[in-house]
């Protein structure tokens, strides 16, 4: 149950159409600051304590690029200890001090390796080494000699589970199953793993699975039907029960205790939001856990009890204001929670609360290019009624002294299975200094909102959620101030093609779109999308063998002629997921038509923009393609 939100791939600029390609366009025109200084705010994620809680590794992009940098528990300046090109994914400090792994991918492929990382930075060592495989890391044992991950390697098509020694590279395939295996919790002993198996008949629907590497013995913990979620586990001290999130049964994915032996199961909290993120302290006796109340999160810490159970809810945790909490991280002494903060007026950084003094403090202090946090705009949640009557939350950011009618830009997240959050979101913010307005919602199949909502667009109800962006412009149009001749639509990867769906179903209500990494022909997607994700996809959109007719029905490719609102488009040559051809064919039928078409296609990344370079390449020419049609 995690959020998405507006993602933008681009590499090295082929520029089709407009500028040379490495032309920079300022767009400081005594409107505010350029977008460049926007693009140039840091951030920091993914904190990790070293085990004895004197020094943090997390994730920055200081250099432009995320990697791995250590900082004091007091604070301070931090260190940085990778220096590569291409982006760190994650870093996680061992158990047991004597490292840290990391994972890296290059150009955008998604093709992670694992790296074994010194404990005082001096030197990295290739765990893996196999370009074409993907590795998913999952996570380090309790006493920090081995860890647990998942591989394509036997086919690109699936995931098998493999536990690998750090210090000799020894590596054990443990649990092999055609489809998409992973790893997601480790008994305190060592000797049980539970996996996780994603169903590919149902849309978000999973299983777990009880492993004892010891015998070898395979234990189906959760059989259901109908979709349901199993994840965030934890196994209590005694190996007897796990601490887990379900929504089995039910609409909201909430916690519950397994009893292991009778696979009897309670329920933790009953709260009526998602669970959305968990950690357990390493003697097991502290678990804290953050609710996703209508996209803010709520943080809570409770004990645990010898038998597994919590204790006492309690009051959440104080926040230095509305926004959305992710990486919970225990220090090994207990004393201490790590978490990044993220808010709409908040770039992403770490705090620590203790737990002793219940003192929140600010550890990393991620630039913010000069601009006065004052500046930045929170948005209002707003619902407005749609086609059905159902009522569609979204995020509403009015630019500050704004005055007549505004210029709206209508951003779609990704996902599908994604949602819309209140989180810092440098262009958002660079367009609402600029005087645009932004209407940011969570149509029918996002998450957040209960099982059901999340379901509402599957298969053949894809066409549902693009009617809800259509009934987002007549509250506009309506309640929120809006130019109706200056509406845009905007987003990426799923939202991209929602962007496309939405020029080409309405296409008298927009005044321009920009899509990123979006799907133009759900056809040729599925055939060419990495194989691993192709059946996942399938359960969402529809099936090649069964649907087709259908899938080609849907396809904005198959509707062009009814585009009306010139177009942006951004892609990454490497993008694993949604591949770059998807760009090709809308490009090469609107040229064919004259229709007003820019496009970038990057070399070296893939579904995601994570260069600084490439963003000071890619959107100044968001910001004046926009500016062009809507000022």
Request: charged share 25%; aromatic share 12%; glycine share 8%.
């Amino acid at each position: 149950m995690r959020r998405s939100s507006l993602a933008i791939a681009a590499c090295f600029l082929l520029f089709l159409q407009s500028t040379p390609a490495r032309q920079v366009v300022s767009l400081s025109t005594g409107e505010g600051p350029s977008i460049e200084r926007y693009l140039n705010i840091r951030s920091a994620n993914s904190p990790t304590f070293s085990p004895d809680g004197t020094r943090l590794a997390f994730l920055t992009n200081i250099t432009g690029t995320p990697q791995v940098w250590v900082i004091s528990a007091q604070g301070g300046w931090p260190d940085q200890w990778t220096f590569y090109q291409d982006r760190v994914d994650f870093v996680a400090w061992s158990p047991n001090g004597s490292g840290l792994i990391f994972g890296k991918s290059h150009g955008g492929d998604e093709n992670a390796q694992l790296f074994w990382l010194a404990s005082d930075g001096t030197a990295i060592r290739a765990l893996t080494d196999e370009p074409k495989v993907r590795h998913n890391f999952g996570l380090w044992a309790h006493d920090g000699r081995r860890i647990a991950y998942a591989s394509n390697k036997r086919n690109p098509n699936f995931f098998d589970v493999y536990v690998m020694d750090t210090a000799s590279g020894r590596e054990e395939l443990v649990y092999q199953q055609d489809g998409s295996n992973s790893p997601v919790a480790w008994s305190f002993d060592g000797r049980y793993l539970i996996v996780s198996r994603n169903n590919e008949q149902l849309s978000l629907d999973n299983d777990l699975y009880l492993i004892d590497l010891s015998t070898k013995q395979i234990t189906h913990l959760t059989p259901h039907t109908g979709p349901a979620l199993f994840g965030d586990v934890h196994f209590t001290r005694d190996g007897r029960a796990i601490i887990f999130a379900h929504n089995d049964g039910r609409e909201w994915y909430q916690l519950a205790r397994m009893d292991l032996r009778s696979r009897r199961i309670e329920t933790l909290d009953d709260a009526p939001w998602d669970v959305d993120a968990t950690a357990l302290s390493y003697d097991g006796r502290l678990f804290a856990y953050t609710l996703n109340r209508e996209g803010y999160s709520e943080l809570y810490i409770r004990e645990v009890t010898d038998d597994g159970r919590l204790g006492p809810k309690g009051a959440p945790v104080q926040l230095p204001g509305r926004g959305v909490i992710s990486g919970l991280e225990f220090s090994k002494d207990g004393s201490k929670l790590a978490f990044v903060f993220n808010g709409a007026r908040f770039n992403p950084d770490i705090w620590l609360y203790d737990l002793r003094a219940r003192e929140l403090t600010q550890l990393t202090h991620s630039a913010r290019a000069g601009l006065s946090q004052s500046s930045f705009v929170e948005p209002e949640l707003i619902r407005y009624k749609t086609f059905d009557g159902r009522e569609i939350p979204a995020w509403y950011y009015r630019p500050q002294n704004a005055q007549g009618k505004l210029p709206v830009i209508v951003s779609v997240h990704g996902g599908p299975e994604g949602q819309e959050r209140p989180t810092f979101n440098a262009i958002y913010q660079y367009f609402l200094a600029r005087g645009y307005a932004i209407l940011a919602p969570n149509v029918r199949g996002s998450t957040g909102y209960g099982k059901s909502y999340t379901h509402l667009d599957d298969v053949r109800n894809r066409e549902d959620s693009v009617k809800d962006l259509a009934y987002a412009v007549e509250w506009l149009k309506r309640q929120g101030g809006a130019d109706p001749k200056r509406i845009a639509v905007m987003g990426g990867s799923y939202g991209g093609y929602m962007t496309l769906a939405a020029i080409t179903l309405y296409p008298d209500l927009w005044a321009a779109a920009v899509e990123i990494v979006g799907i133009a022909n759900f056809e040729t997607f599925l055939r060419n999308t990495s194989g691993y994700r192709r059946k996942l996809r399938e359960v969402e959109y529809g099936s090649l063998e069964r649907d087709l007719d259908f899938l080609r029905s849907i396809s904005p490719i198959n509707r062009v002629d009814r585009i009306r609102a010139p177009l942006m488009v951004i892609h990454g040559r490497n993008d694993p997921r949604v591949p770059y051809t998807e760009a090709e064919q809308i490009v090469k039928a609107l040229r064919a038509r004259n229709h007003p078409v820019e496009y970038m296609l990057f070399e070296d990344e893939g579904h995601g923009i994570a260069k600084l370079s490439n963003r000071l390449l890619a959107y100044p020419k968001v910001a004046d393609f926009l500016d062009r049609y809507m000022k």
